[in-house]
């Protein structure tokens, strides 16, 4: 695709449900990057993939924070047993290069609102 | 610690006046700088990096590494420079660490 896509845009859950949130980074992209926007926050790192390496998840917040990604394509995050704190808008974004030039493109987030 | 900060959240000038947002850094490592900006429904997107050294529109950075800074100035702002925005840290060229964001607000 042209850019980031992301999905759901918008999801509303009840505290202790799961959520899944899908992030599709631009093709050939090897990098691919999670973040959590908190209402009147700054950007919050959650996870770092890079190509076949093991990723980077030393800002998940706890152990009910997981994501997965399959190759250099889909990534999914997922939140298990919601809180309320876990309502931000989700950020993906994805980069072509690990080096200097680490360039990244946003998706539109995914904002989750738990009730 | 690896840790930007942005000290101002909130910042209104007037139009024509100067910008200048602040930016902070904490690396050990050579520090690679970015500033990110959201504009109002849109996406966060690149405005500028320190290696390219360029002006994009009409917004320069400085890296001063004697002070750790990567402050974001514009010698006239407009009203379209009213927006979010971040500075960021690249970790070891692979991991991007942001500040807390400064909102630009531009008054007529």
């Known amino acids: 695709g042209a850019g980031v896509s992301q999905s759901p845009s918008n999801k509303v859950t009840e505290k202790g449900k799961d959520v899944e949130l899908r992030c599709d980074p631009i093709?050939?992209?090897?990098?691919l990057y999670w973040y959590r926007q908190r209402l009147g926050q700054g950007l919050e790192f959650l996870i770092y993939f890079q190509g076949n390496s093991a990723p980077d998840k030393s800002g998940l917040p706890s152990d009910r924070f997981s994501a997965e990604r399959t190759g250099e394509s889909v990534s999914t995050l997922t939140i298990q047993r919601t809180q309320q704190e876990d309502s931000a808008v989700y950020l993906c974004?994805?980069?072509?290069?690990?080096?200097?030039?680490?360039?990244?493109?946003f998706g539109a987030g995914s904002r989750l609102t738990v009730l | 610690a690896q840790r930007v900060t942005q000290p101002e959240k909130l910042l209104s000038v007037f139009k024509g006046a100067p910008v200048e947002l602040k930016c902070n850094y904490s690396?050990?490592?050579?520090?690679?700088l970015f500033w990110y900006v959201q504009y109002s429904r849109q996406r966060l997107q690149l405005l500028l990096r320190?290696?390219s050294r360029e002006s994009i529109k009409g917004f320069t950075a400085d890296l001063n590494k004697g002070e750790t800074s990567f402050h974001l100035k514009k010698p006239f702002a407009q009203e379209e420079d009213s927006a979010m925005y971040y500075c960021a840290l690249n970790i070891r060229a692979q991991k991007l660490v942001f500040g807390q964001g400064t909102r630009l607000t531009i008054n007529p």
């Open positions: 093709s050939g992209h090897t990098a």
């Open positions: 690396y050990s490592g050579s520090p690679e």
């Open positions: 974004a994805s980069s072509l290069r690990r080096d200097r030039a680490n360039v990244l493109t």
């Open positions: 320190h290696i």
